[in-house]
């Protein structure tokens, strides 16, 4: 296999998030790292689907989404 095909590889490469959660992970990029949202202030992945800090503006189409798809799952199961 070529050398110089495949990018290099960082272990423990620090995230932070903008809701204050910081995690390490395994990337092709040299860190810190930083992201608007992670699995801690994600809707999606957040157990009381609560929207915190600065990222509220975005969340709230994606909840409104979700809650439209179960709406019309309910009336189709109805």
Same mark, same amino acid.
């Given at each position: /296999?070529? #050398? !110089?095909i495949h990018a290099p590889y960082y272990n423990d490469v620090e995230v932070? *998030?903008? *809701? &204050?959660?910081?995690? %390490?992970i395994n990337a092709t990029v040299? &860190?810190?790292i930083k992201v608007e949202t992670c699995y801690q202030c994600h809707p999606a992945f957040n157990e009381n689907k609560e929207v915190?800090?600065?990222? %509220? !503006?975005? /969340?709230? #189409?994606?909840?409104e989404k979700q809650e439209a798809i179960k709406a019309a799952q309910a009336k189709k199961s109805a």
């Open positions: /296999m070529k #050398k !110089w932070n *998030c903008i *809701c &204050g959660a910081s995690f %390490k040299p &860190g810190p915190k800090k600065v990222i %509220k !503006w975005r /969340m709230e #189409k994606f909840l």
